[in-house]
């Protein structure tokens, strides 16, 4: 009936190994609990098995019952399942075992399973635990980066220069032939052109355009020139009255 009792309790965290396994020498039915510290916000029974890595440190408590049980200790073996020290394992067994000859006449797994997880709680709480999970989530996701040549200004611009040449080349490679082996035209200084007779001809065009556009866009009338002698008199005769004076 204990059994079936704790099965139910502790769900996966109950289960049923074989004597080899448990290191008790017996050939009895022998069980491992595995137990966790104590935290008041969840329940134990309801976290899933995938879960179970979030808990830095966990105990397996192994137990066999004999022939005599309740009525004197059952067989008892703790085991570090994650982060429990040698010699914290061997207080606790001690401790367990002189709880147990306390409870004797009555089931006491549930009570000494209580027992292992207040214990776990006060040596290896929420502080230890997270110590030890951050080491263990640093290893593995610890990351390998390779360390490469440091840029500098030198080996930055050596970088630009060859990766300038290849592009040069891979452009190359696109271009038709023809345009690789036809001769390129050389071009004319200012004086060659000028001398070329090209100068003279653009500018008697220049000069023939401009002509028309003036003779298009300029209307003479004769009150215009007559105009301007007047004016151009009276200029001059004022010039000469202020020589004279």
């Known amino acids: 009936m204990e059994i079936e009792a704790l099965e139910s309790i502790l769900a996966h965290d109950f289960k049923e190994i074989h004597s080899s396994e448990s290191g008790l020498n017996t ?3 022998c069980f491992q609990i595995t137990v966790t510290p104590q935290d008041d916000d969840l329940e134990e029974s309801s976290i899933p098995p995938a879960l179970k890595f979030v808990f830095a440190v966990q105990l397996g408590l192994v137990f066999s019952h004999t022939d005599n049980y309740p009525d004197e200790v059952p067989l008892l073996d703790v085991k570090s399942i994650r982060g429990i020290h040698v010699s914290d394992l061997t207080i606790l067994k001690e401790k367990l075992e002189q709880e147990a000859a306390e409870n004797l006449g009555m089931a006491m797994m549930y009570t000494l399973v209580s027992s292992a997880k207040d214990w776990l709680s006060e040596h290896y709480g929420q502080d230890d635990g997270d110590d030890y999970a951050e080491e263990e989530t640093a290893k ?12 500098t200004l030198e080996t930055f611009v050596a970088w630009r220069e060859r990766y300038e040449a290849e592009l040069a080349l891979e452009r190359a490679k696109l271009m038709p032939e023809s345009a690789l082996t036809a001769p390129k035209e050389k071009k004319l200084t200012g004086r060659q052109w000028f001398e070329s007779g090209k100068a003279r001809g653009t500018v008697v065009a220049a000069d023939q355009e ?3 556009e003036d003779d298009e866009d300029i209307d003479f009338e004769d009150d215009d020139f007559e105009d301007d002698e007047e004016d151009m008199l009276e200029h001059y005769l004022a010039e000469k009255s202020d020589a004279r004076a």
């Not at 593995?140 to 840029?151: A, F, K, M, S, Y």
């Open 27 to 29: 050939s009895n039915p």
């Open 210 to 212: 401009s002509e028309e």
């Open 140 to 151: 593995e996701d610890e990351v390998i980066i390779p360390h490469g040549e440091p840029v």
